[in-house]
T-cell receptor, first 112, second 112 residues
Framework: AQSVAQPEDQVNVAEGNPLTVKCTYSVSGNPYLFWYVQYPNRGLQFLLK??????LVKGSYGFEAEFNKSQTSFHLKKPSALVSDSALYFC??????????FGGGTRLMVKP | NAGVTQTPKFQVLKTGQSMTLQCAQD?????MYWYRQDPGMGLRLIYYSASEGTTDKGEVPNGYNVSRLNKREFSLRLESAAPSQTSVYFC???????????FGNGTRLTVT
């Protein structure tokens, strides 16, 4: 069975500082990895995905993620955090099948 | 372009009552999904439809039924609601297996 772990319930960072939201996964076969963001009372919005190719993936709003096969990780990063980045972030994984499995989510708090 | 539209936005049911959550997408996507979101548990897949005319169970299908009415619409039915089904329900769609999911804004259901 596939699974995703987001080990931090909450990440606090000061505005302008770099941020990292951690994600590790377990899946058989080649992984397809995704990051989504959720703002209050809204559905999830797609940020970026890794299917194949370069290990560093760039996405929306200045976010990027690094795929590390040996560590089975796909951490979300941003060089300089904004207050408006405060939200709930979800990592997700799937293989060639149709079921996408989500992690439990990490709340990012960016303080001015 | 509305994307994924869910109705209703809020619903309160008494134990044993039934209801249907409606979902429609206007992006001509093949695949549609129903998730539930509970605090600290991320999103869990209830049912999905890989293409028009097919439906499959996800991680937590018990107590639910679905209908893929046509390519646009995918409904979720609770035949006899239970307090354990209190949750926020999200419908999503995707073009194919590796495409990002597009989410609706959710239905907040309370069962008393």
């Amino acid at each position: 069975a596939q699974s995703v772990a987001q080990p931090e319930d909450q990440v606090n960072v000061a505005e302008g500082n770099p941020l990292t939201v951690k994600c590790t996964y377990s899946v058989s076969g080649n992984p397809y990895l995704f990051w989504y963001v959720q703002y209050p009372n809204r559905g999830l919005q797609f940020l970026l995905k890794y299917i194949t190719g370069d290990n560093l993936v760039k996405g929306s709003y200045g976010f990027e993620a690094e795929f590390n096969k040996s560590q089975t990780s796909f951490h979300l990063k941003k060089p300089s955090a904004l207050v408006s980045d405060s939200a709930l972030y979800f990592c997700a994984v799937k293989n060639a099948g149709n079921m996408l499995t989500f992690g439990g989510g990490t709340r990012l708090m960016v303080k001015p | 372009n509305a994307g994924v539209t869910q109705t209703p936005k809020f619903q309160v049911l008494k134990t044993g009552q039934s209801m249907t959550l409606q979902c429609a997408q206007d992006m001509n996507h093949n695949s549609m999904y129903w998730y539930r979101q509970d605090p600290g548990m991320g999103l869990r897949l209830i049912y999905y439809s890989a293409s028009e005319g097919t439906t499959d169970k996800g991680e937590v299908p018990n107590g639910y039924n679905v209908s893929r009415l046509n390519k646009r619409e995918f409904s979720l039915r609770l035949e006899s609601a239970a307090p354990s089904q209190t949750s926020v329900y999200f419908c999503a769609s995707s073009a194919n297996g590796v495409s990002p999911l597009h989410f609706g804004n959710g239905t907040r259901l309370t069962v008393t």
